[in-house]
């Protein structure tokens, strides 16, 4: 990237546009480059009169962490003890070792000694211009009442509902509250998911957990906006790191829209998830996708479905799921279970979708296990607390085989929005899972 870059007009070959109008953040061989400019479009490109720098000073400036080529933290530079908070965020999927690594970065922070760093190796984002009209400058401040907040803005890495996410602190280093930026379609459906569910938990009052408040909700220039509240954090983790949230949590979160049982088949959700993989399955039969898997992908899919039409009569309980259920949202304190993103989360699917993904995701991004072996340690871990749920006994592998078919419409929505820039091998891995189901007899 160059020192400067005005917002909205990118310096590099950009590359397409999603189906939301934006561009994919991290393409291209530049990636950090192309991650920068990507943040700056979406949170300044509406205000022209912003300019957004890179390398040098600036009034309303950030330190990138780790790096330009890397930027996954952006930290405020106006105040330390609001820098030093951006990073002292943990939850249970981390490790000991990571939450002292950010423990260390916190400290050197609040001593100002990391700034000095990032200044003197131009590791600096910032933007020159009036802060009135911009989202950072003025909005935010006017949506929550008050004048006091810097912003920390996480990127993380570049994966299908990326977003950018905006911490919100007080000068002193209170954490305020936690910002979304819905910038495509995908995004936008899912920071108003989000707050939909922050609303019904709010009214609930869950007894088991707590999750976040819903502090704001609007619009910005086309991009949707959802503020929830921070909630506390502790530096040592309780219990282990991939252990099974507490059977009183999933039960509360899948009560919350009411459990049903019926037939596979009548299941509204089962009638959803044939829309949905119609598009998917006309996508194999042209372009890329019918040459690369030498029609292997489509053969797996149509007899997937008609293994399952077989099973239509199969009756299962349906109820309400989080949708991302992992470590890396859930934060363990000695009396209650604190739960954040909610912007998967949806009711009438199978119950046990919540435990089935645990599981699995655990299995593939933390241990480290390939598609097919995660999904059966998801399929194990899982089966002892279905029935303490509420499901039907004896439906652990028509579960898995249906948990895989809403990941494989994901991913596909994911591609579709162009949110990564890259290829699709999360729905190729998956395709070959089912696949490998079918030949050893395991659908269901």
């Known amino acids: 990237m ?52 890179v390398g040098v000073p600036s009034s309303l400036g950030w330190g990138v962490l780790p790096d330009l080529r890397r930027p996954r933290v952006l930290v ?46 131009g590791l600096l984002f910032g933007a020159v211009g009036p802060a009135e009209g911009t989202l950072l400058g003025d909005h935010v401040a006017a949506a929550l009442g008050r004048s006091d907040l810097a912003a920390a803005i996480v990127l993380g890495p570049v994966r299908p509902n990326r977003k950018p996410v905006v911490q919100l602190i007080g000068r002193g280093g209170q954490p305020v509250g936690y910002m979304k930026v819905g ?7 899912l920071v108003r998911a989000e707050a939909d569910m922050l609303r019904r938990l709010a009214e609930a009052s869950p007894r088991s957990f707590t999750a976040p408040g819903l502090l704001h909700q609007g619009q910005w220039h086309g991009l ?38 019926m037939p596979l088949g ?11 993989l119609a598009p998917i399955r006309q996508a194999m039969d042209v372009g890329p996708a019918a040459t690369q898997t030498g ?49 998967r989360s949806g009711d009438g699917v199978p119950l046990g979708f919540d435990l089935l993904h645990f599981g699995y995701q655990t299995a593939l991004q933390g241990l480290g296990q390939p598609p097919a072996a995660a ?50 091998t999360v729905g190729a891995a998956l395709l070959e899972v089912l696949g490998r189901r079918l030949r050893q007899g395991g659908t269901g």
């Open 266 to 276: 009548e299941s509204p959700w089962w009638a959803g998830l044939r829309r949905r």
């Open 224 to 261: 949707e906006i959802t503020i929830s509240s921070a909630l506390p954090h502790r530096l040592w983790r309780r219990g282990r790191r991939y252990a099974m949230p507490p059977p009183a949590v999933s039960r509360e979160v899948a009560a919350l829209g009411g459990v049903e049982v």
């Open 375 to 424: 999904a059966a340690t998801g399929r194990d871990r899982a089966a002892p607390r279905l029935a303490e749920l509420g499901q039907q006994a004896g439906v652990e592998e028509l579960l898995l085989t249906l948990y895989l078919l809403e990941r494989l419409c994901r991913a596909a929505e994911a591609e579709v929005s162009a949110v990564t820039g890259r290829p699709d």
């Open 76 to 121: 405020p530079l106006s105040s330390r003890r609001a820098a030093a908070e951006a990073v002292r965020q943990y939850s249970d999927g981390m490790t000991q070792r990571a939450r002292l690594a950010k423990a260390a970065v916190g400290l050197g922070l609040r001593s100002g000694a990391l700034q000095w760093w990032l200044r003197r190796r």
């Open 295 to 343: 029609g292997r992908a489509a053969t797996a899919l149509d007899a997937t479905i008609e293994a399952l039409d077989g099973q239509a009569a199969t009756r299962l309980a349906f109820a309400t799921w989080h949708g991302d259920w992992g470590p890396w949202n859930l934060r363990s304190t000695p009396d209650r279970l604190l739960v954040w993103d909610w912007e």
């Open 2 to 53: 160059s020192p400067t870059h005005r917002a909205g007009r990118p310096a590099l070959p950009e590359p397409p546009p999603t189906a939301g109008g934006r561009r994919p953040p991290g393409a291209g061989p530049r990636g950090g480059a192309r991650e920068l400019e990507w943040l700056a479009e979406v949170l300044w490109g509406p205000t022209p009169r912003v300019e957004v720098v």
């Open 183 to 189: 910038w495509n379609d995908l995004t936008r459906r």
